[in-house]
């Protein structure tokens, strides 16, 4: 992020913040309040600029900036704590926001109460209302098994798996994605997450090469919603995010078998043509009508590392969205834990420390100590 776009969100977050401290003094009509707000419009304005919509994501007191990390600082964090309070997990605001509406957002916030209630409903500020997942009941179970009849998320995995690769091999005929038959996968690894306290020892490791491409997109998709539910993401923004998951490698199809499958190093050119999966699976996404957007942004950005190394090159003021940041955790996880061509798979113990190496560096490290944070946690080892 420009340090003038950080200075500016952080100005931006300054004048509200300050707003809502003078609405619980004076009432919310007091022309220093309508000041403030005009102060934060102006902000938030010279932000969307460019691209016209923004978002600030609360995550257990820090606050992401289109998914960039803000310095903690005083304002930060009591802008966090304010929308924690009424369980506000990320405010969008669009270009064209009125400072009117960021004085009713202010004497919402300011109101001394419980929290509860809706948040104000305007055209240029949305909010997003998150319920962190309960923790495990004395009467619900701590963990699933394995593999087995007796998982209800493995064989929803199985019956995902087939689905997976007729809507694939439709795919390499040119033909477009069929969504409907993604989104069906996504919702019933939802359903079962939500009758089946999450566990990552579902994720079998891989017993066939041939159904790698298959077997990892779905456990991409079981870690990127293991990831997203443990931050409170739900809804829409959780289907989507699963959608992606499912098809984020899907440019590999475009890539010879015996390239994918290759025991040895590549060389040179195979390994230009494998660089080449992200754009094409991209490109392929962008004709297939349905297709979130989000997607095809992961689609396109999930080799692209925190650091911005990685691949396709993008320029240095590069934004990668939070979505593209969670799958590249759970590709290098499902990667490394799974027997590959090239490589013999990893214990669980060593693939969080891989993780934790490549966490602040390439790959997002509030993301990253989630995701440890839900391998520490599991019941047993897969």
């Known amino acids: 992020m420009k340090p003038s776009t950080l200075a500016e969100a952080q100005n931006a977050i300054r004048h509200l913040v300050t707003a809502v401290a003078n609405a619980g003094l004076y009432s919310p009509e007091h022309p220093q309040i309508s000041r403030l707000c005009e102060a934060s419009r102006r902000c938030f304005e010279n932000l969307l600029c460019d691209k016209g ?41 669009t270009a064209g926001v009125q400072t009117e509406e960021l004085q009713d957002l202010t004497t919402y916030l300011a109101t001394r109460k419980s929290a509860g209630g809706n948040p104000p409903d305007h055209g ?10 309960c923790p495990p009941g004395p009467d619900k179970p701590s ?21 997976l690769a007729e809507i694939f091999e439709g795919f390499v005929h040119k033909q477009p994605v069929r969504i409907t038959g993604l989104s069906e996968v996504v919702s019933d690894f939802i359903h079962a997450f939500h009758r089946e306290i999450p566990s990552l020892l579902t994720l079998m490791p891989l017993r066939a090469m041939d159904e790698y491409t298959f077997t990892h997109g779905l456990n991409v998709c079981l870690l990127n919603l293991a990831q997203a539910m443990h931050l409170g993401i739900k809804g829409e923004l959780l289907h989507d995010i699963g959608v992606a998951a499912l098809l984020h490698d899907i440019g590999k199809l475009s890539i010879p078998v015996d390239i994918l499958n290759k025991p040895g190093k590549l060389d040179d050119r195979e390994w230009e043509l494998m660089k080449q999966h992200p754009t ?11 297709v979130p957007q989000l997607a095809i942004l992961t689609a396109f950005e999930h080799h692209i590392r ?44 060593k693939c969080a420390a891989i993780l934790q190496k490549m966490a602040g560096r390439e790959i997002h490290p509030q993301l ?8 520490e946690n599991r019941q047993d080892q897969p």
């Open 306 to 349: 925190y650091d911005l190394s990685g691949y396709p090159t993008v320029h240095n003021q590069w934004s990668q969205h939070l979505c593209s940041q969670m799958t590249t955790i759970s590709d290098i996880y499902d990667a490394v834990r799974t027997k590959r061509p090239y490589s013999a798979p990893q214990p669980p113990e």
């Open 143 to 163: 963990g699933v098994p394995a593999s087995g009849d007796g998982n209800p998320l493995h064989s929803v995995k199985v019956s995902g798996q087939h689905r």
């Open 53 to 93: 919509i923004l978002s600030l994501l609360m995550v257990e007191g820090d606050v992401l900036f289109d998914d960039f990390p803000l310095p903690s600082g005083l304002h930060t964090r009591k802008l966090a704590r304010l929308m924690e309070r009424r369980h506000i997990h990320r405010m969008v605001v």
């Open 124 to 133: 240029h500020l949305r909010f997003e209302s998150l319920t962190a997942p």
């Open 368 to 375: 990253a100590a989630n995701f440890l944070y839900l391998l």
């Open 280 to 290: 094409e699976g991209a490109k392929r996404l962008l004709d297939s009508p349905g």
